[in-house]
């Protein structure tokens, strides 16, 4: 419990960070299904570059 009371522009600066960190991880939430659906696609191949194969 605070002594004081909060000030209004640190109540709307707290809405705001929490909207933006939603926006966030859902940008992060989308990059990564849209990985997840790549990686498992059937035609899915990891690049052969070559000089990384030991040789």
């Known amino acids: 419990?605070?002594?004081?009371?909060?000030?209004?522009?640190?109540?709307r600066r707290k809405g705001r960070n929490t909207?933006?960190?939603?926006?966030?991880v859902a940008f992060v939430?989308?990059?990564m299904g849209?990985?997840?659906v790549?990686?498992?696609s059937p035609?899915?191949?990891v690049p052969n570059v070559?000089?990384?194969n030991g040789n």
Do not use: N, P, R, Y
Request: charged share 15%; proline share 0%.
């Open 43 to 45: 035609g899915f191949q």
């Open 50 to 52: 070559e000089g990384t």
């Open 19 to 24: 909207g933006l960190a939603l926006v966030l």
């Open 29 to 31: 939430a989308i990059i």
């Open 1 to 11: 419990m605070s002594l004081t009371k909060q000030h209004e522009l640190h109540v």
């Open 34 to 36: 849209l990985t997840v």
């Open 38 to 40: 790549k990686v498992k």
